[in-house]
């Protein structure tokens, strides 16, 4: 899974049945600092509720599908969590 | 499977119900010499893995399901591992510390393998102690 910003959104209106109510966003993946990394995507929304701005984590191939209902449907990134904090840990390590 | 470094949390209340109550790690990939191989992970904590520990990440979904126990859900990375030692030609001189190196450490490792493999609280728990032992000697 990989931290994305999301950037927009993207209306189908024909599309596969599977996609029928499944919100498509338009995501930018991010590295761990948070900085823009790799080519923009869209994402289905598997927690119904991420929005343009939110930071959110993305998971990408066969498990993006295992997100939404229909666990055949054609999407290849999903979005599955929105994430509140990215918190560094430090000490500890060796 | 990945070598990674544990760097940090990713703390999410509005997340797909397979990761309600899991700890999600951030993990920088990394060489077997320790050195960033560039990209990171967000992956679930099976082993209780802490701070800047050296992990073995599980990239493949149909197995992550397995591990915790998930006939589905959207669940792909998952740290099965925390690594002792890595050796051989790519392997860092700087990881031969964390080497055992009495018969009494590697023992004691040998016992936190197992501990985790058994999967329960009380034997994570038996790991955790092991662990802490270890970094203190």
Known sequence: MQL?????????TVKSPSLDGVRLLIVQPLTRQLEPVGTVVVAADAVHMAGPGELVYIVGSREAAEALEDR???VDHAIVGIVDAVEPIRGGGR | MKLARVVGTVVSTICSPIFEDRTLLLCDLVEPSGEAAGGYLIAVDTVGAGAGELVLILDEGTSARQIVGAAYGPLRAVIVGIVDAVEGPGAAAGQAKAKPTTKGEAAARGTKGEAAARGTKAAKATARRTTRTVKQG
Do not use: K, N, W
């Not at chain 1, 994305?4 to 189908?12: F, K, L, N, S, Y």
């Open chain 1, 72 to 74: 055949f449907a054609p």
């Open chain 1, 4 to 12: 994305a910003r999301v950037i927009g959104t993207v209306v189908a």
